[in-house]
């Protein structure tokens, strides 16, 4: 289907894709540590060999100029979320096409399979407000909430502290990245491009606890906070 609207350049956009049939794209932590690699590798105009950076840390690789920035990201067992720039003109297609036909290639060779392993082509909505772009860094960062609380965007998170641990612990997003963990996955970010929304590892942690805790109350979550999401950006399955 063809989009409603054009990449532009310096404009901030939500990218998404799940798996075909709704199928589940990561099988393992290798996987997704895998696919983190690519969001790296592939955000480059120039071409790289995985085999030849294979077991090499992010801050050894060289690559070419960056096609995206990237603010934030998470995985979820079958579809992904991307908050994207787009640096340069066709950056994120370019990009997206990249990642996604080099992760295919790899899950289809691994796990000896055909066809396609992605619903279609990527999908994206452009971030044309503050507020709607402030708000997908909670939307993007709660995602795997959904994995142990498959419910709570219907009826609020059930635990607070439950939820806030495991987010914690969930080293496939850039949730801990805004936390000030030091670690290589932080590489695939580029910060600065975005607003400085959180100049402290605290703000990230008050914004995410004011999420957090609207969420838990299913009732005011009818009068207060709106989404301001104005398209059907979010996938409901796990």
């Not at 120039?46 to 096609?67: N, T, Y």
């Not at 402290?200 to 709106?226: G, M, V």
Request: proline fraction near 3%.
């Amino acid at each position: 289907m063809e989009r409603k609207f054009k990449f532009t350049v310096d404009e901030f956009y939500h990218g998404y894709s799940r798996g075909n049939n709704k199928s589940v794209i990561f099988l393992s932590d290798a996987d997704r540590k895998r696919f983190q690699k690519l969001l790296y590798v592939c955000n480059s105009a120039s071409p790289v060999v995985f085999r030849d950076i294979q077991g090499m840390p992010l801050d050894k690789i060289k690559k070419g100029e960056a096609l995206v920035d990237i603010g934030a990201y998470c995985l979820m067992p079958n579809h992904f979320h991307l908050l994207l720039r787009e640096r340069i003109d066709g950056g994120i297609s370019k990009f997206l096409e990249k990642l996604l036909t080099a992760y295919s290639m790899y899950f289809n060779k691994k796990y000896e399979r055909t066809g396609k392993l992605f619903e279609g082509r990527f999908q994206a909505t452009h971030v044309d407000t503050d507020e709607y772009l402030k708000y997908l860094f909670a939307y993007i960062h709660l995602n795997p909430v959904k994995i142990i609380d498959p419910k709570w965007k219907e009826d609020g998170i059930q635990n607070r502290m439950v939820a806030k641990e495991y987010l914690g612990k969930y080293v496939h997003s850039s949730y801990q990245d805004y936390f000030g963990s030091a670690r290589q996955e932080g590489k695939i970010l580029e910060k600065p491009a975005f607003p400085e929304y959180f100049a402290k590892s605290q703000d990230f942690e008050e914004f995410i606890n004011e999420w957090i805790d609207y969420s838990t109350l299913k009732d005011s979550r009818k009068t207060n906070k709106q989404n301001p999401c104005k398209s059907e950006c979010c996938f409901d399955d796990v």
